[in-house]
């Protein structure tokens, strides 16, 4: 199945002939979406922004900021701020600041690049996460199912269910497999990953 197309960057205020430049450092799989105003920027699925600050006005500016300081610990977003540098220390790993186009023209493919490969290594992470869980979920309610039906739940192959069940392992979830039914199950009848089980391990005395 194809990747679909991504949203990777996002442009406010920029000319024609700036947004085709951008789109001509673009990945191959990437596009270029236009906002019509702050509070539209992140609207966008984007990894990378690029704001002309002289067209946005100075209130919805700093909601972006507060925006950013509320999830600057969880967030790999890169904003790039054009006639602005009124950025504090801690916060210039996410904005970076530009006199002008012009100045940024010689290093935007480097960045776009940079975002691309770090986003890409993201989603896969997300992805594997999400077909673990389900994996585990199916196992759970279905104890004994075999590992030729888990594939087909999952929409992957036999190789990638051992593994996704091999990373449940390493992350702490106890998951057997039984040789006689052919099938796998959990030995405490539900997941420890959601952390019921320790609970119950650790207090005896409340069940």
């Keep these: 199945m194809a990747e679909s197309i991504k949203h990777l960057v996002v442009t406010l205020g920029l000319t024609k002939e700036q947004v085709s430049f951008v789109n001509a450092v673009l990945p191959a799989d990437c596009i270029v979406s236009i906002a019509d105003a702050i509070k539209d920027v992140r609207t966008f699925q984007d990894v990378v922004s690029i704001i ?66 770090r986003e890409r290594k993201v989603s896969e992470y997300s992805r594997q996460l999400v077909n673990g869980l389900r994996i585990l979920g199916k196992i759970s309610s279905c104890p004994g199912i075999t590992t030729k039906a888990l594939a087909e739940y999952n929409g992957c192959s036999v190789r990638s269910v051992q593994r996704y069940i091999e990373s449940l392992r390493v992350a702490g979830e106890f998951v057997e497999y039984d040789r006689k039914k052919r099938g796998w199950h959990l030995p405490f009848g539900r997941p420890m990953l959601f952390g019921d089980v320790w609970d119950d391990m650790w207090n005896p005395e409340e069940n």
């Design 52 to 117: 002309y600050t002289p067209v946005v006005d100075e209130a919805d500016l700093k909601r972006l900021f507060d925006y950013y300081e509320e999830i600057f610990y969880c967030t790999s977003d890169v904003v790039i701020l054009l006639g602005y540098n009124k950025v504090s220390q801690q916060m210039k790993s996410v904005f970076k600041c530009y006199a002008s186009f012009d100045d940024l023209k010689p290093e935007l493919k480097y960045i776009l690049l940079k975002a691309h490969r």
